[in-house]
Nanobody, 120 residues
Framework: QVQLVESGGGLVQAGGSLRLSCAAS????????MGWFRQALGKQRELVAV???????NYADSVKGRFTISRDHTKNTVYLQMDSLIPEDTAVYYC??????????????WGQGTQVTVSS
């Protein structure tokens, strides 16, 4: 089994910053892509940022220049530094990981979600 545990959400004023963390643990051989998605109330889940095992990152246009994704391979952890937050960033943020498990199975996993609320 694989678990993704997120932390770092909360309430912040517009213009502020938050840092999300997501640690993967369990039956892991290797982790390929890791990323963050978000889902605002009444909307579909959308990609925020993703980073490959080589370190290449891609961002949604709405967060480019404000958010930075990074990962620590030694800790199986991905981070999302969110700066210049705006109320439209309010959502539940979900961690994602594409993993090869022991036994050679490639699987996708999601965290439980962490609430980010930006007040105006």
């Amino acid at each position: 089994q694989v678990q993704l545990v997120e932390s770092g959400g909360g309430l912040v004023q517009a213009g502020g910053s938050l840092r999300l963390s997501c640690a993967a643990s369990g039956s892991i051989v290797s982790i390929h892509a890791m990323g963050w998605f978000r889902q605002a109330l009444g909307k579909q889940r959308e990609l925020v940022a993703v980073i490959g095992d080589g370190g290449r990152a891609n961002y949604a246009d709405s967060v480019k220049g404000r958010f930075t994704i990074s990962r620590d391979h030694t800790k199986n952890t991905v981070y999302l530094q969110m700066d210049s937050l705006i109320p439209e960033d309010t959502a539940v943020y979900y961690c994602y990981a594409s993993i090869t498990q022991k036994g050679g199975f490639n699987t996708s996993h999601w965290g439980q979600g962490t609430q980010v609320t930006v007040s105006s």
